[in-house]
């Protein structure tokens, strides 16, 4: 059955193109005969140009007869042409002089016109480049204006970024003072009401010994440098004996307050992890 189907289907396909043959042999056919009326119709329109040849040959050697003719007899009238004739060539002589000097006139005209035209134009074109040089000079101006406008503008944006900065800052310092201002006049109201002051205030002392401990500690750590540098430079055999001192003692680090965190908590806890025992090192 496959192959039956098989058969079939390519004997359709072979079926459809001798159908495509069929037709495209017709279209020739029928493209011949078109070909062969026109030949037809050809063959007529030669028979009448051929005619209307012959006609138009007649016509043309009647016309050299009559050229022949009407030359012969030109000939004729001008041997017997008599010399007493109103219009001879010396008489429009001074008509082409009088005409042709109108026209150098008018010529004459003319070429002043196109100088001046010519000079006008010349002109116009120097202005016009003057005037594309002063465009692009003020093109050059314009874009170097606008460039220093940029710059100064943000230059302004920037002034303004540090002026804001600035009054965030004369801000926070004012706030600053007045919680200074007002801590002072808690702690002394309550040193003038006998009681102890507030453990900020003792926290704020530390903080000021402790900053005091260290700008004499860096200003004599400078001094040293500088004396050592004073030596060197000077060469003299002179040994400076620098004695290593401990870090509390020395004013680095803050003197241990068994009352500050991280020894104390700040709120009671039954954690212990806030805590650590100090232990000294020696240098």
């Not at 000079?137 to 874009?143: C, D, K, Q």
């Not at 009401?193 to 704020?204: D, H, N, S, T, V």
Request: with cysteine.
């Amino acid at each position: 059955i496959n192959r039956q189907e098989v058969l079939c289907r390519n004997g359709e396909i072979r079926m459809q193109a001798m159908d495509e043959k069929i037709s495209l042999l017709k279209l020739k056919v029928a493209e011949k005969k078109r070909e062969v009326t026109l030949c037809f119709k050809q063959v007529t329109v030669k028979n009448a140009l051929d005619a209307n040849l012959v006609r138009l040959r007649t016509e043309y050697s009647q016309c050299r007869d009559k050229i022949k003719q009407l030359e012969d007899n030109y000939e004729r009238f001008v041997l017997h042409l008599p010399l007493s004739l109103p219009y001879t060539v010396s008489s429009s002589l001074p008509q082409l002089e009088a005409e042709l000097v109108q026209k150098e006139q008018r010529l004459l005209k003319i070429d002043f016109l196109s100088e001046n035209i010519s000079n006008l134009t010349d002109r116009i074109r120097a202005v016009v480049e003057n005037g594309k040089q002063d465009v692009l000079l003020f093109a050059r101006r314009t874009n170097d204006l606008q460039r220093k406008i940029n710059d100064k503008t943000q230059e302004i944006r920037a002034l303004f970024a540090e002026l804001s900065m600035k009054q965030a800052l004369a801000i926070k310092l004012q706030q600053e003072i007045r919680d200074k201002e007002q801590f002072v006049m808690t702690a002394s109201l309550m040193i003038s009401q006998g009681l102890p002051p507030p453990q900020e205030a003792e926290k704020e002392r530390w903080k000021i010994l402790r900053n005091k401990k260290m700008q004499k500690a860096a200003a004599e750590a400078r001094a040293k440098v500088s004396f050592c540098h004073s030596l060197q430079e000077l060469q003299e055999p002179v040994q400076v004996m620098v004695l290593i001192e401990t870090t509390t003692a020395a004013g680095l680090f803050p003197m241990l307050q068994p009352h500050m965190a991280p020894f104390r908590p700040s709120e009671p806890s039954s954690s212990l992890r806030h805590f650590k025992k100090a232990s000294w090192k020696a240098i």
